[in-house]
């Protein structure tokens, strides 16, 4: 067995070790150092080993961070979120190194996996999979973590980032509700949460007439 092997297994042994316990890593870096200083609670929406850089995308109220260990970012930092499921929720101390509309490159300095972190855990969870709208099938909506995708007659309609709220602007105090993101220049639509259950989702517009939307499972 070479060195690196040994190296690599030692790695994920202490990953692994980490992963059963309340994960927290701390690069001991100076925050400002390579940006922006940045310290958010985000989603982990999942990491990809399987390319030549491996990466993680994190969302956090609509916003996405990209996450690579080719920046300076730790590699054992990218290999502990790489441990973690979908929708896991994570305190972040960071720098930002480059900054769009919608999404920012960030080196992650520290961080901290909490579940508590997330008091919409339940609603996130049963947002997750596959959705009919009951009204007229054609219209169906898939979840995969703060992701929505939605099609017509199977094909692609439109996608945005979900963000789940106490309450918005325009839901006069109701709520939960739900915002979806779709891009940096409109106002996003904010629907107002009557009921998520794993097999059913009703809602309503925020600011609307009051009628009601239910989705099923296909």
Known sequence: MTLKTLMLAGVAMAMASIAQAQMFIDSGVESGTYG???EDVAMLQGCVFEQEVPSCELTSNGFTYWVS???????????????????????LRADIVEMGDMSAQVTVLAMRHDPALDPFAEIRA?????????????YTSSVWGDRVTEEIN??????????????????NGQGPVMIAHINPWDEPPCMIIEAVTAEKMIMQ????????????RP
């Open 205 to 216: 517009l925020a600011g609307g007439d009051g009628t009601l939307f239910k989705y099923v």
């Open 69 to 91: 260990w080719n920046e300076s970012t730790p590699s054992y930092i990218v290999e502990a979120m790489g441990t973690l499921y979908v929708n896991a929720p994570l305190w």
């Open 154 to 171: 199977g094909d692609y309609s439109s996608e945005y980032t979900l963000q789940l709220a106490d309450s918005c602007e325009k839901s």
């Open 126 to 138: 049963n947002l997750q999979g596959q959705w009919v709208f009951a009204a007229d099938p054609a």
């Open 36 to 38: 922006e200083p940045l």
